[in-house]
C-alpha cells in the first residue's frame, strides 16, 4: 500500500510512472524523494505542478548533505527557486558551506533569488546572439552550432530557464532561415581542419563577390596591415611590378626615406564638388585604415582643381565625415596648396619637351581615336610663351590647353595638363586662370607629400602609366599606385548629378535626405559610423568591384545598436486603454532597464497610469488563428510592468470603429502566463516619426535594361511614411540629434536635427529584424 501511495506521489509530481518505479528501487532516493514532496505539500497547500516536480526530483538526487533538504525544498516550494540554473547553484552553495547557520542573503544573491527574467530579455539576448554569429549562420544554415547561440544567451542571462532560450533560439533562427531545405537535413561531412579553414575562406569570398557578405575573422586593421596585403614596404617602390625605374630612381627614394623614417603615407584625396556616399567610405577606411594599421599617416588633400563646381558646404561636410566615422588626418592639404610648384613643373616639361600648347577643341579631344594635335611638334620656346599667355589670360576658355607627351594605357593620347577657365578660386581668388588637370595634379601632389602608398579605384588603373612617366619625367620622387574595388549598392545612385536632380525634381529633401546612401543621409538616418566601417571591414579589401545589397549595411547597424541604443517605448498608431481595477490612487513608477539583457547599464522611470496607448494591431476583436496579442478571452501582459490586461469592454464611435478599449489588471504571476507581452506608453510625449523605405523599386534603377524609363521613373513613392502624432515615453524628453533609441517591438530610431523644443522629430533607422521579403 505504501509503495503505491509513493507510486502516486512520484506520477503527480511529473515522473513517468516507468521512472517513479525505477525511484523507488532506489530506497535512500526514494525516501529524500518522498520527503521533500511531502513538505513541499505542506508549504503549497495544493498539489505540485511538473516544473516544482522536476527541481525536486533534482534535488533529492543530487543532495548530498540531508540536514539541507527542507531548507532547499522552502525555497523550491515557494518559487524563490525555480530554474535549473537556480537549483545547480543552490546545491554548490550548500556543498560549498557546509558549517551552520547559512547566511541566507549571501545564499540568495549567488542563486539569483528575486532575478525575473522575462521573454523580452530572452529574445533581447538571443536575438544578441544571432546577429554576432549572422553571417556564418547564413553560410551554414542548420548545420551551424545552436548550442553556441543558446550558450551565449546563457552567459548573458545566467539564471535565464534553458528550455525557453532554446524555444527562442529555434523560433529566431527559423524566422531568419526559413524551414529546413533538403541540404539542411543531409549530414555535414567531416573535413580535415585545415581544409575546413581554407573552404570557410573561399565561401566566405565567394559569397562576397555575389553581393552578399561572410563571417570575416579578420579585423579591419589585420586586413590592411602591409604583410597581408602584400604591399611594398616603404623605401621598396621598385619592387612593385610594373613601377618604373630610371638611372635617378634609388637616389630619390634615399632621399625619400630621409624624410619620412620609413613611415608609411597614404592619403585620401576627395573633390570637395559633392558630399561622401557609402563608397567613399571604403576608400576613407582603406587609406585611413592602412595608414594606421601599419603605424603611419594619412594625409587629408582636397583635389580642388575645378573652382566651378566647389563649394564651401562640400569642403565642411567632408571633414565632418572623417571624423564621424572616426578618423583624425595627420594634415589637411589642398591641391591649390601647390599650384606655384605645379606650374613650375609645368613649364620643366615644356623645357624637355614632354609638353606643348595644343588648340585642338575639346570636342576633338574626346574619345579614344582623335587625330594626333597638329601642334604636337611646335618649338620648345613657342609653347612657354604660350603658356605664360595662358597664365597671363590671354586666351579665352578652349582656345588653348597644355598636353602631355604620352599614351596612356587606355590608349588615350597626350592628356591635358592645364586648361583655361576664369573661375574665381576659393583659396587663391583671381591668382590663376588656368587650372590643372587631375592626371597632372594627383601624382604630383603625391610626390610633394612623400606618399608611400597611392590608393585609388579600379577606373585609375588607366591612368597608372601616366602617374609613373610625370614623375619620372621630372625626376622627382614617385610613389606606388595601388588600385582597389569601388563599392556600391543595389536600390542606389551615388552619381552627384543624379542626386542632384533627385532634389530638384523634389524626390528628396537634400544630400542628407535619409533614403539616401550619402555617408551624411546615413547620419541623418542614425546609422552608428561603426556600423559603416563595420560594412566596409566585411565587403574586404577586395580588387574587383563590390555591389552590395543594403539589407547587409542594416544588419551591422543593428550589431551595433543593439549594445548601444537604450531602449524605449513608442506607439506608432495609438489605441486608448482604460485600466478600470488600476491598482493604485495615482501612477505608478516604472523602472525599465535601458538595456534588459544587460541591467548593469542602468535604468530609466516611466509613468503607468490608469490610462495608457497601445498599438492599434495589437488588438484585434476577430483575431484570425495565430494572433496572439489582446483579444476577447486572450489577456496581455504590459511590458516592464508586472501586470497581465484582460478585455472587458470595446468602446465605439458613431462609425463603428473602435475608439477605447476597458480592460482589467492583474499581477503576472497571479495566473497563467499570457501568450504575449505589448509594449505601451502612458502620459506620453507626441512626437513625429518618419518611416523610411526603399527609394527606388529596381536593383539597378541607372540600367536603362531593367529600367527603361531611367531612374526618375523608378522612384517609390512609399519611401516615406510619417506618422504625425506617434507617442512616445518621456524618457526620451531631453534628447538631442542624433541621439538613438531602439523603440520595444518597432526598430531602432535616431532623433532628426528638424526636432525642436516641444516637437521631437524621429528617423527610423531599420527595423528590428531584417524583413524576410527583402532580397
Not at 613649364?347 to 609638353?355: T, Y
Request: proline share 6%; hydrophobic share 40%; aromatic share 10%.
Amino acid at each position: 500500500m505504501a509503495a503505491l501511495d509513493s507510486l502516486s506521489l512520484f506520477t503527480g509530481l511529473g515522473l513517468s510512472e516507468q521512472k517513479a518505479r525505477e525511484t523507488l528501487k532506489n530506497t535512500a532516493l526514494s525516501a529524500q524523494l518522498r520527503e521533500a514532496a511531502t513538505q513541499a505539500q505542506q508549504t503549497l497547500g495544493s498539489t505540485i505542478d511538473k516544473a516544482t516536480g522536476t527541481l525536486l526530483y533534482g534535488l533529492a538526487s543530487r543532495l548530498r548533505d540531508t540536514r539541507r533538504l527542507s531548507f532547499l525544498v522552502s525555497y523550491i516550494a515557494s518559487k524563490k527557486i525555480h530554474t535549473e540554473p537556480q537549483l545547480s547553484a543552490a546545491l554548490e552553495y550548500v556543498r560549498s558551506h557546509p558549517l551552520d547557520p547559512i547566511d541566507t542573503v549571501d545564499f540568495e544573491q549567488e542563486c539569483g533569488v528575486g532575478v525575473i527574467v522575462t521573454p523580452e530579455q530572452i529574445e533581447e539576448a538571443v536575438e544578441a546572439a544571432i546577429n554576432r554569429h549572422r553571417p556564418q549562420l547564413l553560410v551554414e544554415r542548420y548545420h551551424f552550432n545552436m548550442g553556441l547561440l543558446m550558450g551565449e544567451a546563457r552567459a548573458v542571462l545566467k539564471w535565464a530557464d534553458g528550455k525557453m532560450i532554446k524555444n527562442e533560439v529555434d523560433m529566431q533562427v527559423l524566422h531568419l532561415l526559413g524551414p529546413k531545405l533538403e541540404a539542411d537535413l543531409e549530414k555535414k561531412p567531416k573535413v580535415a581542419k585545415a581544409r575546413l579553414e581554407e573552404t570557410d575562406r573561399r565561401t566566405a569570398k565567394d559569397v562576397m563577390e555575389n553581393g552578399e557578405t561572410a563571417d570575416q575573422t579578420l579585423s579591419l586593421m589585420e586586413q590592411l596591415r602591409g604583410e597581408a596585403l602584400k604591399f611594398h614596404k616603404p623605401g621598396e617602390n621598385y619592387k612593385t611590378p610594373g613601377y618604373v625605374v630610371t638611372p635617378h630612381t634609388m637616389n630619390l627614394l634615399k632621399q625619400h626615406l630621409e624624410i619620412t623614417g620609413g613611415q608609411v603615407r597614404t592619403r585620401f584625396p576627395p573633390e570637395p564638388n559633392g558630399i561622401l556616399h557609402i563608397g567613399h567610405a571604403k576608400a576613407i577606411n582603406f587609406n585611413f585604415g592602412y595608414a594606421k594599421a601599419n603605424n603611419g599617416i594619412c594625409f587629408l588633400r582636397f583635389d580642388d582643381t575645378n573652382p566651378e563646381k566647389e563649394e564651401a558646404k562640400f569642403f565642411s561636410a567632408i571633414c565632418d565625415m572623417v571624423a564621424w566615422l572616426g578618423y583624425t588626418p595627420y594634415k589637411v592639404t589642398y591641391a591649390s596648396d601647390y599650384f606655384d610648384q605645379l606650374y613650375a613643373w609645368a613649364v620643366e616639361l615644356i623645357r624637355r619637351g614632354l609638353a606643348y600648347v595644343c588648340h585642338q577643341r575639346v570636342e576633338e579631344l574626346k574619345g579614344h581615336n582623335t587625330l594626333p594635335s597638329p601642334w604636337r611638334d611646335r618649338p620648345t620656346e613657342e609653347s612657354l610663351l604660350l603658356f605664360e599667355a595662358m597664365r597671363k589670360g590671354k586666351f579665352s576658355e578652349g582656345e588653348a590647353t597644355l598636353r602631355m607627351k604620352l599614351v596612356m594605357e587606355d590608349g588615350k593620347m597626350d592628356p591635358v595638363a592645364y586648361r583655361v577657365k576664369y573661375i574665381p578660386h576659393h583659396r587663391t581668388g583671381d591668382k590663376w586662370c588656368i587650372y590643372p588637370t587631375y592626371d597632372y595634379t594627383h601624382c604630383l601632389c603625391d610626390s610633394i607629400e612623400h606618399i608611400t602608398h597611392s590608393l585609388c579605384t579600379k577606373e585609375f588603373q588607366a591612368r597608372r602609366s601616366s602617374y609613373f612617366w610625370l614623375c619620372n619625367a621630372l625626376d622627382i620622387y614617385c610613389p606606388v599606385q595601388w588600385e582597389y574595388g569601388r563599392l556600391n549598392l543595389h536600390y542606389a545612385v551615388v552619381s552627384k548629378r543624379k542626386i542632384l536632380q533627385l532634389v530638384a525634381t523634389g524626390a528628396v529633401r537634400d544630400w542628407d535626405d535619409p533614403r539616401l546612401f550619402t555617408l551624411t543621409a546615413l547620419r541623418r538616418r542614425g546609422f552608428p559610423p561603426e556600423a559603416i566601417n563595420s560594412f566596409c571591414a566585411r565587403v574586404g579589401v577586395t580588387v574587383a568591384q563590390t555591389t552590395m545589397e543594403p539589407h547587409l549595411l542594416e544588419a551591422c547597424a543593428r550589431d551595433v545598436l543593439n549594445d548601444t541604443a537604450p531602449r524605449a517605448m513608442a506607439v506608432l498608431e495609438s489605441l486608448r486603454v482604460i485600466i478600470t481595477n488600476f491598482p493604485a490612487a495615482k501612477s505608478l513608477d516604472i523602472q525599465v532597464p535601458n538595456f534588459p539583457a544587460d541591467e548593469t547599464k542602468g535604468f530609466h522611470q516611466v509613468p503607468f497610469a490608469p490610462i495608457v496607448f497601445i498599438e492599434r494591431t495589437d488588438f484585434k476583436e476577430e483575431p484570425e488563428p495565430g494572433f496572439k496579442r489582446l483579444a476577447w478571452g486572450q489577456p496581455v501582459g504590459l511590458r516592464h510592468t508586472g501586470y497581465v490586461i484582460e478585455l472587458q469592454h470595446v468602446v465605439k464611435g458613431p462609425s463603428g470603429s473602435v475608439e477605447s478599449l476597458e480592460v482589467t489588471c492583474r499581477r503576472a504571476d497571479a495566473g497563467e502566463k499570457p501568450k504575449a507581452f505589448i509594449h505601451w506608453v502612458s502620459q506620453p510625449l507626441m512626437c513625429e516619426v518618419r518611416l523610411y523605405e526603399r527609394l527606388f523599386q529596381h536593383k539597378n534603377p541607372e540600367d536603362p535594361t531593367e529600367v527603361p524609363g531611367g531612374f526618375l521613373s523608378d522612384l517609390n513613392l512609399a519611401s516615406l511614411r510619417v506618422v504625425e502624432a506617434a507617442l512616445v515615453d518621456c524618457s526620451v524628453a531631453l534628447a538631442k540629434p542624433f541621439d538613438k533609441f531602439q523603440f520595444e517591438r518597432l526598430g531602432y530610431f535616431s532623433v532628426d536635427p528638424d526636432s525642436h523644443q516641444g516637437k521631437l522629430v524621429f528617423n527610423r533607422t531599420v527595423t528590428l529584424k531584417e524583413d524576410p521579403g527583402k532580397v
